[in-house]
Nanobody, 117 residues
């Protein structure tokens, strides 16, 4: 059984910083690329960024220059560092393992990030 768990998040004033951590645990030999999405009620799920298995990153234009994704010390872990947070960054941040030919996709439950004035 494989689980994806997000931790961190929380509430911050606009302009502040928060981090969200993603851990993939359980029985897997897959070295996953990990993708972050955010979800706001009533809106479509929005791509935030991705880190591949060798540390390459891609970001949405809306977060480029403010958000950074880095690999954790253990395989299948990743840190999403968010700086200069804006009101529109509020949402449920969800981590997903990227599916490949032999490795299935798994989703976390998400963790809330709230940015206020």
């Amino acid at each position: 059984q494989v689980h994806v768990v997000e931790s961190g998040g929380g509430s911050v004033q606009a302009g502040g910083s928060l981090s969200v951590f993603c851990v993939v645990s359980g029985s897997t030999k897959c070295n996953y690329a990990l993708t972050w999405y955010r979800q706001v009620p009533g809106n479509n799920r929005e791509f935030v960024g991705q880190i591949d298995s060798v540390g390459g990153t891609v970001y949405a234009d809306s977060v480029k220059g403010r958000f950074t994704i880095s690999q954790g010390n253990a395989m299948n872990t990743a840190l999403l560092s968010m700086n200069g947070l804006k009101l529109e960054d509020t949402g449920l941040y969800v981590c997903k393992t990227d599916q490949s030919r032999v490795c299935p996709e798994y989703w976390g439950q998400g963790i809330q990030v709230t940015v206020s004035l």
